[in-house]
């Protein structure tokens, strides 16, 4: 199954005209907003210029699909590049469209939300954003170099990464495999299979050290001089005011993490008396049975529909819609970029699926996963494109909360070894969103720190970083061989969007919260969750969980989050 892209545009060409004829729109509006002081025609003038940069969504979201499911094929390489450059002027517009109204009176502000209730959220977080707003011309500066900063440069990570091809002896047969390939190999029942294959992988990267040093050390100085520019007190504080969080809020979620890592630790020790070896860190995933079952895409598509209808027939329509009308691009192919993911950059275009199936167990919760973001990208097209997109903490919600649902669904059809898999592996799974997230988020805080303090971080700084958070996870309970070390460098989120990797933590365990409410209130549960992905983020997430009885804020939050996967665990030991 793969992407029909011309569904969206018949050619390169006429993404690239569509973005040309909508950026100019928007420059236009954008031009006359700022001669106007009317309430009413701010308001009006605002409204063409969301519903012209949601057109220009098509194109964005075109590029980059194409370009991730073909990183080797210099057309789309270029589309992309191209693209960007265009882009550049679209973020100068939004720059002055951003500068320009919160220039305004909040009387005049809180006018225009009187006039035009559905900007009520966005205008809120202008007004908010005052402070960390820099002048017209600065704001234009930033914008305009966008293109050769961080987000270009990350490119080059992933494109390294992506044109990795590996000969491997598997089983006595010799396979090539590209990154993704060799990555699930780590759920290999072959004990020194998966070693050998993780040590390989990872190897590959130390051999590009400088490359990868290089270009990390760029993006954290890059994300430093602006979060210091836009006066915020810490680095990771630019993240969490994007993410409509407190910085206290993320502590308490580093901190209950730690506090409750016994849980990692002790089931790793029972993992290895289970399969009587000491296991290391290329074994975390290691199936607990021999009898791993393999499932072709058609036994995955009916787990996962099965799931999600019993939840809601409404949910369960638009999952299936997105195997109906082939909006999922299934299998892992040369040149085809490694991981999944779900886009949905306007309200114009239906939610896209991006996975990399292998048949495994981890495979059909990875589409469950991304077929969650999916419904809620599908819900919330009802809100108009500034309300469409939520913050990062919101954003993996309705994916973890997808996972339970299959989870759930599937346990209760298993018996003997495959559901000892199964729960196995869903606990995993948990460890692998809440305490490896954790353990990426206190890198990445180290990592900045050291680069602010002595300027530059080196390949052996970091890997010995690295090192020490995973014995901070793990302790004693698996040995790390001195090649994990270099794991750090295939963190995509790392080059591609510093701090995003709490979010992963935060969802989770908000996900545990809302699980937790659905099993105690059955389907009357199921309008207030259809409701709260309806409204995407015209609300701040705050408001958004207070609605569902959630407060984030609450003493022990994260705690009970935590006392749950722990009792996730007691099912197997």
Not at 30 to 59: A, C, H, P, Y
Not at 110 to 124: G, L
Not at 205 to 227: A, C, G, P, R
Not at 507 to 515: D, E, K, N, T
Request: proline residues 2%.
């Amino acid at each position: 199954m793969n992407w029909n892209l011309s569904a969206i545009f018949e050619s390169d060409e006429k993404a690239l005209a569509n973005a040309r004829e909508h950026l100019k729109m928007v420059g236009k509006y954008v031009n006359e907003l700022e001669q106007m002081t009317d309430v009413g025609m701010l308001v009006e003038l605002l409204r063409k210029i969301e519903d012209e940069m949601d057109e220009f969504g098509k194109s964005v979201q075109y590029a980059w699909m194409r370009y991730t499911t073909s990183t080797d094929d210099p057309q789309a390489q270029k589309l992309l590049g191209t693209l960007q450059g265009i882009e550049t002027q679209f973020d100068e517009f939004s720059a002055r469209l951003s500068v320009y109204l919160s220039s305004l009176s909040d009387k005049m502000l809180n006018d225009m939300v009187e006039k035009a209730q559905n900007y009520e959220h966005y205008i809120s977080r202008l007004m908010e954003r005052r402070k960390h707003l820099l002048s017209k011309e600065a704001e234009q500066v930033l914008a305009a170099t966008s293109v050769s900063r961080r987000e270009a440069i990350s490119k080059i990570h992933s494109r390294i990464e992506s044109s990795y091809i590996f000969e491997l002896d598997v089983d006595g047969e010799v396979k090539t495999l590209n990154s993704e390939q060799m990555r699930s190999l780590r759920r290999s029942t072959n004990s020194e299979l998966r070693k050998r294959a993780m040590k390989v992988y990872l190897e590959r990267f130390k051999e590009d050290s400088i490359v990868m040093t290089e270009v990390y050390n760029l993006i954290i100085k890059d994300y430093t001089v602006e979060s210091k520019l836009r006066r915020y007190p810490r680095p990771i504080s630019m993240r969490n005011f994007a993410n409509e969080v407190t910085d206290e809020s993320v502590d308490r979620l580093i901190e209950a993490t730690n506090d409750s890592v016994n849980i990692v630790k002790d089931y790793y020790k029972w993992k290895s008396r289970f399969l009587n070896e000491k296991i290391t860190s290329a074994d975390i995933y290691a199936p607990i049975t021999k009898n791993v079952k393999k499932f072709s895409f058609e036994e995955a598509r009916d787990i996962v529909l099965n799931a999600y209808y019993s939840f809601d027939e409404r949910a369960g329509k638009i999952v299936e819609s997105f195997f109906d009308e082939s909006r999922i691009d299934l299998y892992p192919k040369k040149g085809k970029t490694s991981g999944a993911y779900c886009i949905y950059s306007t309200t114009k275009l239906p939610p896209y699926v991006f996975t990399n199936f292998s048949g495994d167990m981890n495979s059909i919760m990875t589409l469950a996963h991304e077929l969650g973001h999916g419904l809620h990208g599908s819900l919330a097209l009802k809100q108009t494109y500034f309300n469409h997109s939520t913050p990062l903490t919101l954003a993996e919600l309705a994916s973890v909360f997808g996972e339970f649902l299959v989870f759930d669904n599937l346990k209760n059809k298993l018996s003997g070894d495959e559901k000892m898999a199964l729960i196995a592996t869903k606990i995993e799974d948990t460890f692998s969103t809440t305490y490896r997230q954790n353990t990426f988020a206190q890198f990445e805080l180290r990592a900045f720190d050291l680069v602010e303090k002595s300027g530059y971080a080196s390949w052996d700084e970091l890997n010995e970083i690295y090192y020490e958070q995973l014995k901070q996870m793990f302790g004693e309970s698996i040995e790390i061989p001195e090649w994990y070390k270099n794991e750090w460098a295939m963190v995509s989120h790392f080059y591609k969007t510093p701090f995003y990797v709490y979010a992963y933590n935060f969802a989770h365990c908000l996900v545990i919260a809302l699980y937790q409410k659905y099993l105690e209130d059955g389907k009357n549960f199921v309008p207030k969750y259809i409701e709260l992905l309806e409204s995407g983020g015209k609300y701040p997430p705050k408001k958004l969980l207070e609605k569902m009885g959630i407060d984030i804020e609450g003493e022990g939050f994260w705690k009970k989050a935590f006392m749950f996967i722990g009792s996730m665990t007691k099912e197997l030991m």
